[in-house]
C-alpha cells in the first residue's frame, strides 16, 4: 500500500506541476497576443496614425511607436517585480494581465488621423506604454512562478514552455489576422477590418484569468514568507550592492542583449523585411512566416530539456554566434528567393548615388516637415528610400550636384538651388519620372511576384531564423532564475530580461529601418544584431556563470 500510496503522491505532484506549466503558458500566451498585434499591424498602423508624415517616416513612426512598449519594459519591470518579491509572484501577475488586455482591447477602438489628428497617434502610444508596462511585470513572474516549481534537473524543460509563449501568441495573432485578412480581403480588412483582433482579446482576457485564479502561490514563496526572510527592499538589495549589481550586468550583456536582438531579428526583422524592404505582399508574408514558426517551435522544448544536460551558456551562445556569422549571407538568400526580379536587378545593375557628402541628409523626418527637395542629393536619395530600391553612397567634389549611376548608365539630379522657386517642382517630378523609367527597365519591380516566389525556400530560411531563436531563447528563463536568490529574484531577473528584449531587441526594427534610410543599402540594419550578438558571445563566454546544477531554494 506504501508503493501504491507513493506513486499516487507522485503522480498527483506531476498533474498539478503540468496545471502550473499550462496555466503560465496559457495566460503569457494570451499576453503575448496582445503585444505583438500591433508589429503584425505595423503597415496598417502606420497609414492609419502616422499619415500626417511621408511614407518612410510614418512607417519608422509606427515602428518607434511600437518600440515604445518595449521603452517601459524596464520600469514595469521594477515595478512588477518589486510587487512580486514582496506580495507573491500570482497576484502580481494577475495584475499584469488585467492591464495588457485592457488597454489592447481600447486599440481597437481609437480614432484613426484621419478623424482626430495628432490625438491619434498619442493615444495609441500612451496605449502601448501601459502594455509595456504590463508586459514588465508578466514575464519575470512568470518564469520565476515556473522554476520555483520545476524538480531539480528539469528547470530547463519546464520553463521552456515558458518560452514558447512568445511564439505562440505571436503564431495565434498571425492565424487570426490571416483569417480576418482572408476573409474580408485586403481593402476592408486595410480599412477597418485591422480593429477585429484587437477587439477580441477581451474574451481570451476572460479566459486567461479564469485560468490563473485557478493557482496557488509558488511553494518557494510561501516557504520564504514563513520562515520570514522576504526582502524588505527588493529594489535596493538587488541593485544596490555590487554583488548582486554585477551579476545582473553580466546576465544583460553576456546573455540577453544577444538573446534579444537573435529574437527580434528572427521573428519580426525578418516578417518586415519581407513585406517592406522585398515587397511581398502582407498576406503571403504572414503565411510563410506562420509555417516557419510552425516547424521550428518544438525548438524551444527541445534547447530547454538539452540545457539541462549540458548546460544553458553554451546552447544561448552558440545561437548568437551563429546568428552573427550568418544573417548576411541568409538575408541575402531571401532576397533572391522572395523577390528574385529585385535580387537579379541589384546584380545586374547596382544603383549608387554620386554626390557631396555636406549635401545629403538622413532621409528621416521626425516632424514630418521635410520634403526632401533642397538640394540635388536628398532629391535623388528621397525618391530612391521612398521606392524600397537599394543604393551606394559615393563621394563627389565638394559643391558637385548628385549623379544616380544605375548599372552604367548616369542620371544627372537637378539642383534645386539652381532653378527659379517656380520651376523647381516640375523639374523635381521630371527627373523622378525620368529614374523610375530607368530603375524599371534595369528591372527593378515595384513589388514582388507572388508566382515567383521561392515559397519552400523562404520558408526553410525563415525556419532556420527562428531555430536560432528558439536557441539562445529556450534556455534563457532557466539562466536567469538560477542567477539570483529567491527574495529578489522576480526583481533581479526582471530587469535585464526586459532591457535586453525591451531596448535592445524591442528597438531592433526601428533602429536597423532607420540604419537603413540613412545609409541606403536594404542590408546595413543588419550590423546592429549582428554587432550585439557577437559582443554577447564575448562577454558570457569569460563572465557569465553556469549554475544549471545548483539548487535554486535558499
Partial sequence: MST???EA?????RQKDWLVIAASSLGTVFEWYDFYLYGLLATIISAQFFSGVNETTGFIFALAAFAAGFAVRPFGALVFGRLGDLVGRKNT???TMGLMGASTFAVGLLPSYAAVGVAAPILLVLLRLVQGLALGGEYGGAATYVAEHAPEGRRGLYTSFIQTTATLGLFAALLVVIGIRTAMGEQAFAAWGWRIPFLISIVLLGVSLWIRLQLAESPAFLKMKAEGRRSKAPIREAFGEWGNLKIVLIALFGAVAGQAVVWYAGQFYALFFLEKTLRVDGATANIMIAIALAIATPGFILFGWLSDRIGRKPIILAGCALAAATYFPLFGALTKAANPALYAAQ??????????PDTCSVQFDPLGRSRFDRTSCDVAKAWLAR???SYNNVEAPAGSAARVIIGGQAIAVPDPAQIATDDRAAAIRTFQDTLAAEVAAAGYPPKADPAAIDKPLVVA???LLVVYVTMVYGPIAAL??????TRIRYTSMSLPYHIGNGWFGGFLPTTAFALVAAQGNIYYGLWYPVVVAALTVVIGLFFLPERSREPITD
Fill in 461 to 463: 530560411i525563415l525556419t
Fill in 387 to 389: 521606392s524600397g530600391v
Fill in 347 to 356: 546584380q545586374a545593375a547596382p544603383v549608387s548615388v554620386v554626390a557631396d
Fill in 9 to 13: 503522491e507522485a503522480e498527483e505532484v
Fill in 93 to 95: 501577475f494577475l495584475v
Fill in 4 to 6: 501504491i500510496a507513493a
Fill in 480 to 485: 536567469l532564475v538560477e542567477l539570483f536568490p
